[in-house]
């Protein structure tokens, strides 16, 4: 066997490699929310389990993901940003739409706690407010792994050109830590700081991502008025 094709072998074992990566966190996180529905009495009420079932896929996968990304070189940025976002049209339309029926799930568990003593509402408002943290975290990082993919995604390898589609200063490779700035900045903002846009496509996902925090961010003002309301009451 030739050198080349080698090469080849071992680019496409790595990029499986990476994929299973990528899955086997969502496997992982979906495994820990099986195992808490099972462990869960079966008083609690029905937007209790989904807020905890959810809660702890949801910090499962966060784990995961901040691991990846604290330990990622940038060296091994763009093999690994390329990989990273296997499936990333799914599981972005997947985790923004169940991070967004968290946080109206959580108007149902703070009504089922309006009224009641306050050894109920305590953890009921906790719950709420691990959910509308972890929710707002998770939607973000995964808007800076998809950032991440689209810059990298039309170069095979780490020296053959120069990426595109933002324009970080004095950066000229970005790492996941730049990409998150990017993309928390945009989500408390609702718009982009220092860093420009020159690519359509993403100029496009940052529209999305700017009309979704704005969104977001109104709901979790009207869910922490009703937390403060559950609390005085």
């Known amino acids: 066997m030739n050198l080349p094709q080698k090469s080849t072998q071992n680019l496409v074992k790595g990029k499986l490699s990476h994929r299973w990566r990528v899955r086997s ?6 495994l820990f929310a099986s195992i808490v529905s099972f462990l869960l009495p079966a008083w609690f009420s029905l937007s209790t389990k989904i807020l905890c079932i959810w ?40 985790v923004t739409a169940a991070a967004c029926a968290s946080i109206l799930a959580i108007a149902f568990i703070l ?11 305590i953890p009921h408002v906790m719950l709420a407010i691990v959910t509308i943290i972890g929710s707002w975290l998770l939607v ?36 996941y830590w730049d990409f998150l700035y990017f993309s928390f900045v945009i989500g408390m903002t ?11 496509s993403l100029r496009r996902l940052s529209l999305f991502h ?24």
């Open 25 to 30: 966190r969502l496997i992982l996180s979906i």
């Open 55 to 94: 809660d702890t896929g949801m910090i499962s996968f966060l784990a995961a993901t901040w691991m990846l990304m604290v330990q990622a070189k940038t060296t091994t940025m763009r093999r690994n940003a390329q990989s990273q976002d296997a499936g990333r049209l799914v599981i972005l339309s997947i």
């Open 190 to 200: 609702s718009q982009v700081s220092d860093v420009e846009i020159t690519s359509r």
């Open 140 to 175: 973000h990082t995964i808007f800076a792994m998809h950032y991440a993919h689209e810059y990298y995604q039309n170069h095979k390898t780490q020296i053959d050109c120069k990426a595109g589609g933002l324009d970080f200063p004095e950066d000229i490779e970005p790492d």
């Open 111 to 121: 009504r089922e706690a309006k009224g009641k003593e306050i050894n109920i509402v």
């Open 210 to 233: 700017s009309i979704l925090s704005f969104f977001f961010n109104t709901a979790i003002v009207a869910m922490s008025i009703n937390i403060i309301a559950g609390l005085i009451q």
